[in-house]
């Protein structure tokens, strides 16, 4: 099955700094979301950007679907930016079940 | 749009017993899709619906685990004689069923099985 890699693992950052994460893909695929668990467990949506390039605030993600890669980028880090960060891909053949990576744990510090 | 949500949010059981969650998806929302997720890990697919139609379930999903969808609205999951590696967060998710779609998720199910 489609390989979701992500990096990485556990990120720690000084508040107002800015930090890249990124998801390596194995296969082409048809959906690609960035998520953001919080403490709670509570999965947020940031992006749904299975190609180009998405911004929101502070947050902006980047993927290159020929090159099997996703970036997200965050500026100017905040405390409440801390959690769990989560790529998921579904596969171009029907299924629409998400594949998730096993996330980069973020901690930012005041 | 109040979002998907789940019950109950925690759940405690001793081994053995049976236990029912339930998923109320984003209204107009055409699939439904459940995940387990164990401390450290991501999220890991169980099953999907399209509308109430059952259509792929992954191996994780013993027998002893049963999904319905009645109706094409709520979504249920049973557990039966629920073991200790039961124990994780179940989460539900919805989306419109296009070719390409965002999945929502809801706040989880927390099951601790003793």
């Known amino acids: 099955g489609i390989q979701v890699e992500q990096s990485p693992p556990d990120l720690i950052l000084q508040e107002g700094a800015n930090s890249t994460l990124r998801c390596n893909f194995s296969?082409?695929?048809?959906?690609l979301q960035w998520f953001h668990q919080n403490p709670w467990g509570q999965l947020i949506n940031l992006f749904y950007i299975p190609s180009g390039t998405k911004q929101n605030g502070r947050l902006s993600a980047t993927t290159v679907a020929t090159e099997r890669y996703s970036l997200l980028y965050i500026s100017s880090s905040q405390t409440t930016d801390s959690g769990v960060y989560f790529c998921?891909?579904?596969?171009?053949?029907?299924?629409?079940?998400?594949?998730f990576g096993s996330g980069t744990r973020l901690l930012v510090r005041p | 749009d109040t979002g998907v949500s789940q019950n109950p949010r925690h759940k405690i059981t001793k081994r053995g017993q049976n236990v029912t969650f339930r998923c109320d998806p984003i209204s107009e929302h055409n699939r439904l899709y459940w995940y387990r997720q164990t401390l450290g890990q991501g999220p890991e697919f169980l099953t999907y619906f399209q509308n109430e139609a059952q259509l792929e379930k992954s191996r994780l999903l013993s027998d002893r685990f049963s999904a319905e969808r009645p109706k094409g609205s709520f979504s249920t999951l049973e557990i039966q004689r629920t073991e200790q590696g039961d124990s994780a967060m179940y989460l539900c998710?919805?989306?419109?069923?296009?070719?390409?779609?965002?999945?929502?998720f809801g706040p989880g199910t927390r099951l601790t099985v003793l």
């Open positions: 998710a919805s989306s419109f069923g296009q070719e390409t779609d965002t999945q929502y």
């Open positions: 998921a891909v579904d596969r171009m053949d029907s299924s629409y079940k998400l594949i």
């Open positions: 296969d082409s695929v048809n959906n």
